[in-house]
T-cell receptor, first 114, second 113 residues
Framework: NAGVTQTPKFRILKIGQSMTLQCTQDMNHNYMYWYRQDPGMGLKLIYYSVGAGITDKGEVPNGYNVSRSTTEDFPLRLELAAPSQTSVYFC?????????????FGPGTRLTVT | AQSVTQLDSQVPVFEEAPVELRCNYSSSVSVYLFWYVQYPNQGLQLLLKYLSGSTLVESINGFEAEFNKSQTSFHLRKPSVHISDTAEYFCAVSDAGANNLFFGTGTRLTVIP
């Protein structure tokens, strides 16, 4: 099992550009999550999904969009990149709800917006 | 919403010395508590968790944490650290049955040879 994979590892965007961060898991987990990690801060939940076709907002959803067409994939879309979105983005998955079950994290995508 | 406080942003400690990383959370009726570890340039990995039962939980690599409901704390301890324990440690809290995990700001543990 590869677990949770994320692409790309690094990306530099200009202000106003768009991009999609890819996340794939091969553990057949129902739940998937997107977090951002800013320097000196904990992880903040952006969006999550409890299954294909179902997504919901987390703490910091503004400026992002997600979709979940398959169990395996959970891409995160940035439409108009802003410097405030410079961060490290982590995708995670779990068998069921996060409060009871371990989350498995991908290696992260480091994004810089200039 | 829950809030999680990790007062120590950095903790240097000599190899084979004991260490305690502190974590406090805002009170709630029923919570689940986690410690995650992040090694350099990697994602987070679960270290240990408390869901119910015994208030003392242990990891396979010698860490332990104790759930203290009256003090709303979940401090992480290890009696003797190794160089390989150098990493960032995050405390996380969830209300039972919720889909949201709230993370602390992390504690960077540096083990000095």
């Amino acid at each position: 099992n590869a677990g949770v994979t994320q692409t790309p590892k690094f990306r530099i965007l200009k202000i106003g550009q768009s991009m999609t961060l890819q996340c794939t898991q091969d553990m057949n987990h129902n739940y998937m999550y997107w977090y951002r990690q800013d320097p000196g801060m904990g992880l903040k939940l952006i969006y999550y999904s409890v299954g294909a076709g179902i997504t919901d907002k987390g703490e910091v959803p503004n400026g992002y969009n997600v979709s979940r067409s398959t169990t395996e994939d959970f891409p995160l879309r940035l439409e108009l990149a802003a410097p405030s979105q410079t961060s490290v983005y982590f995708c995670a998955s779990s068998v069921q709800q996060v409060s009871s079950y371990e989350q498995y994290f991908g290696p992260g995508t480091r994004l810089t917006v200039t | 919403a829950q809030s999680v406080t990790q007062l120590d942003s950095q903790v240097p400690v000599f190899e084979e010395a004991p260490v305690e990383l502190r974590c406090n959370y805002s009170s709630s009726v029923s919570v689940y508590l986690f410690w995650y570890v992040q090694y350099p340039n990697q994602g987070l990995q679960l270290l240990l968790k408390y869901l119910s039962g015994s208030t003392l939980v242990e990891s396979i690599n010698g860490f332990e944490a104790e759930f203290n409901k009256s003090q709303t704390s979940f401090h992480l301890r290890k009696p003797s650290v190794h160089i390989s324990d150098t990493a960032e440690y995050f405390c996380a809290v969830s209300d039972a049955g919720a889909n949201n995990l709230f993370f602390g700001t992390g504690t960077r543990l540096t083990v000095i040879p």
